[in-house]
């Protein structure tokens, strides 16, 4: 299954590699990918081993705003 | 001494922590402080032990660019 999120406050490279680090490591998440002009992450993951919940808490531990949550 | 060095490009608290890093760590630096509003950090450091032009080196080593040299 494939999912974009809304992110805000991801402002450059750092930024980047710290969301898809965050999303790329949990159980469940086949590949995260950060657009930063876009404001977004692209997830792609399996929908029985992770909820999309999960994901937006990874992200906000990183210190990010999902916004359509 | 202190000086204070105009650096484009630091967006976020991973950028601070990227510059004041990279300058902490040289030989003849005391204390590196980045301001992100400003976009500027400021060293007070020991001139027999490095020169300015080392300090610009390890900031542009991180990606950003040093306008006042």
Redesign the interface.
């Known amino acids: 299954m494939e999912k974009t999120i809304q992110v805000e406050?991801m402002?450059?490279?750092?930024?980047k590699s710290?969301v898809e680090g965050a999303l790329n490591k949990l159980n469940g998440v086949n590949q995260a990918t950060v657009d930063l002009e876009q404001g977004n992450v692209t997830v792609t993951f399996d929908e029985n081993n992770i909820e999309i919940e999960q994901m937006n808490e990874a992200i906000e531990d990183q210190?990010y705003d999902v916004i359509n949550k």
Chains 1, 2 share one sequence.
Not at 11 to 15: D, G, L, N
């Open positions: 406050g402002t450059c490279e750092h930024c710290a210190g």
